[in-house]
């Protein structure tokens, strides 16, 4: 499902954004996982893989001072932030599957409806979107980023499952907890 165009804006992606280097294929294996253990089919699997790679190409369009800033945000900056999921879908809807597009305008809804543009809430937000959220959450815990040094696998797994119900989905959750028990969560290597 990716071509060469798709391939470059994600190399592009990860060259511009210190964070997501490395950080996006390891959310789309993950991704991909987690969509397996839910017996999602192989259509939805490939939109994984590529919506796990795109989810943050909207903060392409951000100012980079904000983007690897190292310590907490402002509520102006906060604002700017959280307007990525709508760029990555403008960026991307009319280009690629509109499932995927809407995979990445969706992911960082929450599942009790506290999350972002939209506050959808359960079963409104796509499964894929649902899925990714985990996935980002895991990495971006268990990862370098200039906003906090990277978080004990332990801790990561505990939120997590902590959060299932509120941040999210407790079914994806389930399976999550499956793979972290199978010690088949992505790891990030030492760099
Ligand atoms: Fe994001």
């Known amino acids: 499902m990716r071509d060469l165009s798709t391939d470059i804006l994600i190399q592009v992606m990860e060259d511009v954004i210190e964070d997501l280097h490395g950080h996006v294929h390891r959310v789309s294996d993950l991704a991909v996982n987690l969509g397996t253990g839910l017996d999602l089919d192989q259509d939805d699997q490939k ?18 001072g904000i983007l690897g800033k190292p310590g907490p945000l402002t509520e102006e900056e906060r604002e700017l932030m959280r307007r990525h999921p709508e760029l990555g879908f403008a960026m991307t809807r009319n280009r690629i599957d509109p499932k995927v597009a809407e995979a990445i305008l969706y992911h960082h809804e929450r599942y009790d409806g506290h999350g972002y543009p939209f506050g959808l809430t359960g079963q409104e937000i ?8 985990v996935a980002d959450a895991f990495d971006a815990m268990t990862s370098v980023r200039a906003y906090q040094p990277a978080l004990p696998v332990d801790y990561a797994i505990d939120e997590i499952r902590r959060n299932a119900g509120s941040q999210f989905d407790p079914e994806v959750v389930e399976v999550f907890m499956d793979l972290a028990e199978r010690d088949l969560l992505p790891q990030v290597l030492a760099s």
């Open 47 to 64: 939109r994984l893989a590529l919506a796990g790679v795109l989810h943050d190409v909207g903060k392409i369009h951000l100012d980079p």
């Open 126 to 133: 796509p499964i894929l979107s649902r899925i990714i959220l």
